[in-house]
T-cell receptor
């Protein structure tokens, strides 16, 4: 069982829908991340949160809106998405921000935008 | 800016043979280097890392990687491949003491296929 849980695992939505992805970590970590994984491309870091505070936003379109209500939960709110936003969205956590430790990933939410 | 190159989209190897998955990097300062593996329909799992010390690092499932500073490489190796090693492998790098988050830069991934 992974220490990072993502729901839903699969999501299909139209361009006018509003949906949310949820991530929960059970590891006692203080930092959480959203990554976008598209085929044949490097993982793209979207957002970084440390102790519920956003510390990085990598020029992500405003149709993606993150929320971190506490250090264990991270959401990605989606609205008016485009077909090119179809991808695997991965949540990850780490013990802290600046450390030599690894990231712990969830299994991802596969998003398809019609 | 830091970057990672994985020059091979796919590596094919017969079970029992040694395998190598290549990775080169570019970063300011001494790098922190990582390998992750992704099995189908799963998230990424940490395999091993190089921070400092011995250039040969050992990780999970019998994998190891060799840090070569002069060639800026961090190739992943395993002496004897298993069919169950078939997966997507990602190399990642980060510069030390970067602010703004644990910012790993990932490569595009290499699909490893081990056949009987």
């Amino acid at each position: 069982e992974t220490g990072v849980t993502q729901t839903p695992r699969h999501l299909v939505m139209g361009m006018t829908n509003k949906k949310s992805l949820k991530c929960e970590q059970h590891l006692g970590h203080n930092a959480m991340y959203w990554y976008k994984q598209s085929a044949k491309k490097p993982l793209e870091l979207m957002f970084v949160y440390s102790l519920e505070e956003r510390v990085e936003n990598n020029s992500v379109p405003s149709r993606f809106s993150p929320e971190c209500p506490n250090s264990s939960h991270l959401f990605l709110h989606l609205h008016t998405l485009q077909p090119e936003d179809s991808a695997l969205y991965l949540c990850a956590s780490s013990l802290g921000l600046v450390n030599t430790g690894e990231l712990f990933f969830g299994e991802g939410s596969r998003l398809t935008v019609l | 800016a830091q970057s990672v190159a994985q020059p091979e989209d796919q590596v094919n190897v017969a079970e029992g043979n040694p395998l190598t998955v290549k990775c080169t990097y570019s970063v300011s300062g001494n790098p922190y280097l990582f390998w992750y593996v992704q099995y189908p329909n799963r998230g990424l799992q940490f395999l091993l890392k190089y921070i400092t010390g011995d250039n040969l690092v050992k990780g999970s499932y019998g994998f190891e990687a060799e840090f070569n500073k002069s060639q800026t490489s961090f190739h992943l190796k395993k002496p004897s491949a298993l069919v169950s090693d078939s997966a997507l492998y990602f190399c990642a790098v980060r510069a030390p003491f970067t602010g703004g988050g644990n910012k790993l830069t990932f490569g595009t991934g290499t699909q490893l296929k081990v056949e009987l």
